[in-house]
């Protein structure tokens, strides 16, 4: 970040009218503080952590490859068809 200039301004209507005297140009990239507001509070959900790494074992995952994900989806509805 370069230069901060900071400026009082006023909103109205929806708008932030500054003093005649601000010269920002176009499309420049402003951050407004606003004293006094009810902030939104935004919430933050962390990962779970492990306590004890020597735990990690117990979450490892175990892969189990089921034989009808690999039939083509034509083969697997006359397959489920046939067993009705």
């Known amino acids: ?10 909103v109205e209507n929806g708008h932030v009218k500054l003093p005649a005297d601000a010269d ?7 951050y407004v503080l606003v004293p ?15 306590v004890h790494h020597e735990q990690a074992k117990d979450f490892e995952k175990q892969i189990i490859e089921d034989a009808t994900e ?14 009705l």
């Not at 920002?24 to 402003?30: G, T, Y």
């Open 1 to 10: 970040m370069g230069n901060v200039a900071t400026y009082e301004g006023v």
């Open 24 to 30: 920002i140009p176009e499309k420049a990239r402003v």
């Open 36 to 50: 006094d507001a009810d902030a939104q509070r935004t919430h933050y959900i962390a990962s779970p952590r492990l």
């Open 70 to 83: 690999t039939l083509p989806n034509f083969l697997l509805c006359n397959k489920l068809r046939a067993s």
